[in-house]
């Protein structure tokens, strides 16, 4: 285990006793969650695969002065079995109440470990399995948002070029294609849905997806706004919600929210996302997307079985989805929370920076801004937006680990096209 263990700073190497693991420290939301339990008082350890523990991907979790111990963990995309061994390793070794992922690939990896935690008196605070087998799956999704009477976008099932050929006929160009599930061990890194406007976009695309494992649906092209709505649920009563609308993403389509802002969560799809996170029995925090279409329809997108990059907006907003997750993890009461906070903008400045070079580079695509309206969107917003996501004033070194990687991102991106740094 000492082999996969990896301190920063001073802290103590010694094994002990922790709170909870935080898992996915590269996340943004994993930092999130660091600063929110350990505040509380909570003894905290962060982990992440070693494939992400690089200068290139900072994992901003290990640089909080809240993080007491960080763990370097084998690489889930090489092995999910001994990614997840060397989680129970830790918790054998470390006696850990609590085992939280915040990433596709490590609930993936983790879910069927949930009883051998479990004998070693720790919880995985994750919904039940029944339900992460849908929510997971936004095939299985769908048809479950289908048989409630959910407005969906119409959907087409692809598993041969000649299902595509069917959905270019159904859908025309622009459609949207995008795998069943977002995490594959062919991959090693997250997939995300992809427009796509001309036949060999479309058959690149479709190959790519099926080679990688998951199954391919085919969607029509919804152009409204994004509208997302995070619920907290125990025993099937939602005890917080909170709305918020998705300004800019990135990738553009399918990806983190790089500028957003609180709302009230609209009625059509708070009734919509609380049938169909109570129908497949969501337990704990979960976030229901929607898109709207030229007709303003909320068209449902996917349920995300985790907190996620707007856990940031929600906390200013006024509801601590972390901490809650913890009270209901360990049994402790979690109270209704009556209300939040809205028009709290937060922006995610090295994701807007990744939007602003996509955006110049897809011009003429859907969802793309003429170049002089990208540029005044991204300057302006320094003035509507005062809230960052990373940023906090008593804990600095995680965004400034973020700045050094942005900066070294944009100085990688004159000579090539990546601009990744920090995970989503």
């Keep these: 285990m000492e082999a996969i263990a990896q301190q920063t700073g001073t802290r103590p ?3 002990g006793r922790y709170d909870i693991l935080v898992l996915d420290a590269s996340y943004k939301q994993s930092l999130a969650c660091v600063r929110s339990l350990g505040r509380a008082g909570l003894r905290v350890a962060a982990g ?5 523990s690089d200068p290139a991907h ?21 092995g999910p079995s001994a990614f997840a061994d060397a989680v129970v390793g830790f918790v054998r070794e470390n006696p850990t109440t609590v085992v939280l992922p915040t990433g596709d690939a490590t609930i993936a990896a983790l879910t069927p470990y949930r009883a051998r935690l479990a004998e070693l008196g720790c919880v995985l605070a994750l919904a039940p ?11 299985r999704t769908l048809e479950v948002a289908r048989k409630l009477g959910i407005d969906q976008p119409r959907t087409m099932r692809i598993d041969n070029l000649d299902d595509l050929r069917a959905a270019i006929a159904e859908f025309g160009f622009p459609f949207v294609l995008k795998p069943t599930t977002s995490w594959s061990e062919q991959l090693s890194d997250r997939l995300v849905p992809v427009e796509v406007v001309t036949e060999r976009e479309a058959i690149d695309v479709t190959r790519r997806f099926l080679e990688a494992g998951p199954g391919v649906l085919g969607q029509e092209w919804a152009c409204g706004r994004r509208e997302g709505v995070t619920l907290f649920i125990v025993d099937g009563d939602i005890r917080a919600s909170c709305g918020h609308v ?17 709302i009230p969560v609209p009625e059509d799809i708070h009734a919509a996302a609380i049938r169909l996170a109570t129908t497949i029995g969501m337990e704990g925090v979960c976030e229901v997307e929607f898109r709207r279409d030229a007709g303003n329809r909320a068209l449902l997108m996917e349920i995300n079985p985790r907190l996620a990059g707007t856990i940031y907006n929600a906390v200013h907003a006024g509801v601590d989805f972390p901490l809650m997750v913890w009270q209901w993890a360990t049994g402790l009461p979690v109270e209704h929370v009556p209300g939040y906070q809205t028009g709290v903008r937060t922006r995610w400045l ?8 996509d955006n110049q580079r897809r011009a003429g695509r859907p969802d793309s801004m003429p170049l002089a309206a990208g540029l005044w969107t991204f300057g302006t917003e320094f003035v509507r937006t005062r809230r960052y996501d990373c940023f906090d004033s008593r804990d600095l070194r995680p965004v400034a680990a973020e ?7 944009i100085r990688k991106s004159r000579n090539q096209s990546s601009f990744q740094g920090i995970r989503i």
């Design 246 to 262: 998705a300004y800019r993403t990135s990738p553009q389509l399918g990806g983190a929210s790089v500028m957003r802002e609180s």
């Design 403 to 409: 700045l050094r990687a942005t900066m070294a991102a």
């Design 350 to 357: 090295h994701g807007d920076l990744r939007w602003l070079r």
């Design 13 to 15: 190497e010694a094994p």
């Design 129 to 139: 399995d029944a339900a992460l087998e849908i929510a997971l799956y936004k095939d």
């Design 58 to 78: 900072p994992a901003l979790a290990f640089h909080s002065r809240y993080s007491s111990r960080n763990i370097v963990l084998p690489d889930y995309a090489a």
């Design 48 to 52: 992440e695969s070693a494939a992400e």
